[in-house]
């Protein structure tokens, strides 16, 4: 059965007033190297000292994973009071982790308040396999698209991740799962039995990551930096609903792979289970593909097709996505639709999975069924949703009820 660790506080009595909270730090995590050493000479660290003090502090950030500035030892002692008074390297706060019977983690990550804004929630799934371990990270609070088969969609926008609330879902995963040199696995944890436990990551979490390229794009620059947390751009891919203009730059400013929210294979239909389409059709959304910088037989494109029931299941609709897709590399994976609580949609019968994966297989594209992950804990695709907007507890477990038979 699945497992529920609640890690925020019992203690739910009243507290007396606090004064007014001092200004807030700025965190260090997320800034590329240029703006770090630029914070570090704002804060008064002479200029000529700041590249060293950047590579040091790269290291202990990305490196070695620590997650307080007391714990940098070759940091001498002034300079860590210094940036102890300016900055912070704080983490979101772990409020839910939950463990799926096969493996799967979903933590529900909390972020401070910003400005005159409130803490946010949002959730992040480490899914591990033999040989590879996958992290899928949120880059919105919510979602704008509202695709309609998708549980997250229903969660409205309330804010973009920055760079660094995106960079420290990685970090802290890595922590949790005792990826940084000398940290101890914790009790429990699945894991690839050998290697990186944080091999791959999957901007597929809460969000469209193409509208908020810019932290999204600072983000994977500190993520895939050499000297750091060091994650091949190979290893690194993003899921795009079809924002077209941002394509071209998604390729050449982060050249990382590209994976493509797809679903349907007719304007009409894709108008309403991916609505964003009605700004950007069908034939602006494939010419954007074709064109994708780097594409090749080696760095093909991923087209994510949920499996509805009657809708868009048909073998009809199985040659005509092989139609749409003539000339792109690419690879489709076929996604068992999710369930969840109001939904209209059904999954497709696995035979009929079977016989359309089969057809566009003869056809030359590499079409996996994907094997549904952490469907317990409503960590698979599409289920994503912060708790603070989730169902109510008793449609929860009457779901996970009916997930079960």
Known sequence: MSATIDL??????????????????????????????????EA??????????????????????????????????????????????????IVEEQISVDG??????????????????????????EGRGTLCVSSQVGCTLTCTFCHTGTQRLVRNLEPGEIVSQLLTARARLGDFPDAATPQGAIVPSEGRLVSNVVMMGMGEPLYNYDNVKSALGVVSDGDGLALSRRRITLSTSGVVPMIPRTGEEMGVML???????????????????????????????????????????????????????SLADARQLVRLLHGIPAKIN??????WPGTDYECSDWDQIERFAELV????????????RGRD?????????????????????????????
């Open 259 to 313: 994976a493509i929210s797809l679903h349907a294979v007719t304007d009409e239909l894709r108008d309403v289970l991916v609505p964003i389409n009605k700004k950007y059709p069908l034939n602006e959304l494939m010419a954007a593909c074709r064109a994708y910088p780097g594409l090749s037989n080696a760095r093909r494109i991923t087209f994510e097709y949920v499996m509805l029931k009657g809708v868009n299941d």
């Open 104 to 129: 799967t983690r979903k933590w529900l990550f909390r972020f401070p308040a910003r400005g005159a804004g409130r803490p946010v929630e949002i959730e992040t799934v480490y899914i591990p396999e």
């Open 361 to 372: 297989n003869q056809a030359g594209y590499a079409s996996p069924i994907r094997t549904p």
């Open 8 to 41: 925020t506080s019992a203690d739910a009595r009243p507290r007396p007033s606090a004064p007014a909270p001092a200004p807030a730090k700025r965190s260090l995590l997320g800034l590329s190297r240029e703006a770090l050493g630029a914070a570090l000479v």
């Open 377 to 405: 804990i409503f960590a698979a695709c599409g289920q994503l949703k912060s708790e603070s907007e989730r169902m109510k507890k008793g449609d929860r477990l009457a779901m996970e009820a009916a997930i079960a038979v």
């Open 44 to 93: 008064g660290v002479p200029a000529r000292q700041a590249k060293m003090r950047v590579q040091q502090l790269w290291h202990w950030l990305y490196v070695r994973g620590v997650s307080d500035i007391s714990e940098m030892a070759n940091v001498s002692r002034d300079l860590r009071t210094l940036l102890d008074e300016k900055f912070e390297i704080a983490r979101p706060e």
């Open 334 to 339: 076929l996604i068992p639709f999710n369930p």
